[in-house]
């Protein structure tokens, strides 16, 4: 039995990217860098925690709504279905497909769901229920995957700059002076304070001189480490307007104009909004054709507890108190 998170790809997203036609380009990205599904996972987490629901039918082991698994679904397809099923109750799949048979406003009448253990069924609009995950029908994998290829060329751009920076030693020696050698560029990566290297005393040439012939490659590469930043920010900022997460930092907000902060917002809260509406309108749909009491609400997001936010530099005060008493690190001085 394989150790879980052994195949980090198939895990996560497995089931998803081979149903859905993602395999091929997500498979060939995933293995060329690791970051795509480091990265991949983490807006995963923020894409399935933007909103919080209530009175689900999960007690059953084989609910498809527990740990709100259909959020995941909806990462990498249009729409999943709520229907009923005879044996296992009240469920929620992804949709694979739809007819093509329409009704008056150009509605699908039927659709197919399927599940990762091979369980297919065939739904209309008379027994079950489509939830999308926004007006457009979008795929939400697909538009972060077209931003973090930017966002990885960055990542890789900035991986060889911090490299181009390096000055290594570039060191002219014999066979017989390659393990002393050795030792010298140990103990030079590992910055020691003092390292000493014995000459032999037969070897008077190399008295007035360094033990060995040294020289340092400099690459002449400038650190762009900001401009890389910014960049990477930018991408990764499209990426969370389209989630419907605020993302402009409060630097850049003193730097925005009014007008500028406004239309961002509006951004954010529209696509969030979007996103909202549609999975609170599939789930009355659903209370209505089931009895059920699903609901879906906006989730809360919760700080550390900031009663006292203090740093060292915060609370430094030359000569204590004022009273001869020294400031803790925490800013509070005991009695």
Known sequence: MPYLGQNSIGDTFGFAVERFGHAGVWNLLAQKDRGYLLYM??????????YKYSGLPTKSIDSTFRNNGFERWLFFTPAVSIFKD????????????????????????????VAGNGYRRVCTDKDSVLMFNDDAYSVPFLHILYELEY?????????????ALRMPFVIELTEDDQKSAQKFVDEFDDYSDVIK??????????????????????????????????????????????????NVTLEKKER??????????QV?????????????QAIERANEMFG?????EPSEFFAPETTQVNTQAQNY??????????????????E
């Open 268 to 280: 954010v809260q529209s696509n969030y909004t979007n996103a909202y509406n549609c999975r609170n």
């Open 86 to 113: 005879d044996a296992l109750g009240v469920q929620m799949l992804p949709v694979s497909g739809w007819d093509s048979e329409r009704n008056i406003a150009g509605f699908p009448k039927s659709w197919e769901v």
């Open 41 to 50: 996972q983490r807006f995963l987490n923020l894409f399935m925690n933007r």
């Open 317 to 334: 005060k030359a000569g204590g108190d004022g009273n001869g008493q020294d400031v803790p690190a925490d800013g509070v001085v005991q």
């Open 151 to 163: 966002m990885i060329n960055i990542d890789r751009t900035h991986r060889q700059n911090i490299n």
């Open 197 to 246: 290297i014995r000459k032999r005393a037969m070897d008077k040439a190399i008295r007035d001189r360094a033990p060995y012939n040294m020289q340092l490659f400099n690459s002449g590469a400038q650190m762009l480490g900001d401009e890389l930043n910014k960049d990477f920010v930018s991408f990764e900022n499209r990426i969370l307007t389209y989630l419907g997460y605020n």
């Open 256 to 265: 925005m104009l009014t007008g500028e902060l406004s239309q961002n917002d």
């Open 292 to 296: 059920t009491n699903m609901k879906v």
